[in-house]
């Protein structure tokens, strides 16, 4: 995977996001949003959005709406957003702090 020379404007009246929404290209085409330090979604080479990241903020949003209209898709909002379902990503970081909780005690 690796980082496109892209710069996503907001689609708001915000004037940048200064470097917190990045896109990534993965080896079969698939293009991921970073938001921070978590991709939060993609769309594939045939169009279709994914949603990986099940949390939900208004910059995040701001982000995706962002993302959306650069892919040319249609959608956005927090109602929107939460009707999509989340699915795994194989780049997301996923801790479990279960062994920590077990060493604790």
């Given at each position: 995977?690796?980082?496109?020379?892209?710069?996503?404007?907001?689609?708001?009246?915000?004037?940048?996001?200064?470097?917190?929404?990045?896109?990534?290209?993965?080896?079969?085409?698939?293009?991921?949003?970073?938001?921070?330090?978590?991709?939060?979604?993609?769309?594939?080479?045939?169009?279709?959005?994914?949603?990986?990241?099940?949390?939900?903020?208004?910059?995040?949003?701001?982000?995706?709406?962002?993302?959306?209209?650069?892919?040319?898709?249609?959608g956005g909002g927090a109602a929107w957003w939460r009707k999509q379902e989340t699915e795994e990503c194989k780049y997301n970081r996923n801790f479990n702090y279960g062994w920590m909780?077990?060493?604790?005690?």
């Amino acid at each position: 995977m690796k980082e496109m020379n892209v710069r996503l404007y907001p689609v708001d009246s915000r004037k940048s996001f200064y470097g917190k929404a990045t896109l990534y290209r993965d080896d079969d085409g698939t293009v991921y949003l970073k938001s921070y330090e978590t991709f939060v979604c993609s769309m594939t080479p045939d169009g279709k959005f994914h949603r990986l990241w099940g949390g939900y903020s208004a910059t995040t949003m701001r982000h995706v709406n962002s993302f959306l209209a650069y892919c040319g898709l249609t959608g956005g909002g927090a109602a929107w957003w939460r009707k999509q379902e989340t699915e795994e990503c194989k780049y997301n970081r996923n801790f479990n702090y279960g062994w920590m909780l077990a060493y604790i005690a």
